[in-house]
């Protein structure tokens, strides 16, 4: 054989054995991946883990092998913990959904999964931010929208009774009225935009979503601020706890209707507190 025919028989090899190698660590990345798949279900969330990281290693181009590698991560996030270890694993779960993000911008799963990390380690500006993200993907969806709702108001909730605590004083959770005007117009202030902004979104979240109990009854609580915001306004206060109370009561309501919605089975059978069906 010349020297030319020499080099390209050699060439061919090369790139079969690469093929082939590639061929078997795709394979391998495969099993790994079901392997892992298996393990989540099974919450063994440490195996999972392992399978799912190893997968990305034998081929990074694999689909949903990074999605599940970050969820898997997350479940191992512990909501409220702000150990340097729990803290590692959310930070190394939110950058690799960014990862798929790259690859996927308008991936909304994987906004929401960076989104729930944020508020479990308590960095509720961020978990914002990136459920805002989420409605500019799809305006219409009620989840995103309560959660921005519920930050609103646990940040102005958490002002409140920083405020009232310094001065002496209990929330009433009906305007405080009763607080000195010192403390209360600086609290108007802080909390003015997050009330506005809480109501809005709150709102919207009813609005996509009719029986969304959990969020009529934050807006009844956000209320209770606004009542706060309105301090000196004796109408606007008593209005701000009419509407209070309207949201108390329709959140009441739509939960037991939504129970009885769950508890409904074909036919419209249903089953009393004893577990009797009628």
């Known amino acids: ?4 025919a020499r080099y390209w028989a050699l060439a061919v090899i090369s790139a079969g054995m690469v093929l ?3 061929g078997c660590s795709q394979l391998e990345a495969r099993d790994q991946l079901n392997k892992g798949v298996d393990a989540y279900k099974n919450a063994h969330y440490e195996e999972a ?3 799912f990281q190893r997968a990305t290693q034998l081929d990074p181009t694999l689909p949903m092998a990074k999605t599940y590698l970050a969820t898997a991560l997350a479940q191992n996030v512990v909501p409220g913990l702000d150990t340097p270890e729990n803290l590692k694993t959310a930070n190394q779960s939110i950058a690799i959904f960014k990862e798929v993000l790259e ?10 999964q960076i989104a729930g990390i944020y508020f479990s380690i308590k960095d509720l500006d961020d978990a914002k931010e990136w459920q805002k993200k989420v409605l500019a993907v799809d305006p219409k969806d009620p989840e995103a929208a309560y959660t921005v709702g519920v930050i609103d108001w646990t940040k102005a909730h958490e002002n409140a009774l920083k405020a009232l605590q310094e001065a002496g004083l209990n929330d009433d959770g009906k305007g405080n009225l009763k607080a000195p005007k010192k403390v209360m ?9 997050l009330v506005d902004e809480g109501l809005k979104y709150l709102n919207m979240a009813v609005q996509n979503r009719a029986n969304y109990d959990d969020a009529m009854a934050y ?4 209320y209770r601020r606004k009542a706060d915001v309105d301090y000196g306004n004796n109408a606007a206060v008593t209005e701000d706890m ?3 109370d309207k949201w108390r009561n329709d959140a009441m309501g739509a939960r037991k209707a939504n129970e ?8 419209g059978i249903t089953m009393d507190s004893n577990g009797n069906l009628k």
């Open 103 to 112: 690859r996927d911008p308008n991936d909304v799963n994987s906004m929401k």
């Open 1 to 4: 054989m010349n020297q030319p």
């Open 242 to 244: 009419a509407m209070a």
């Open 260 to 267: 009885a919605a769950k508890n409904a089975g074909p036919g």
């Open 20 to 22: 082939a190698t590639s």
């Open 49 to 51: 883990i392992d399978h």
């Open 219 to 222: 807006l009844n609580l956000i």
């Open 185 to 193: 117009q600086p609290l108007a202030q802080e909390n003015g935009p």
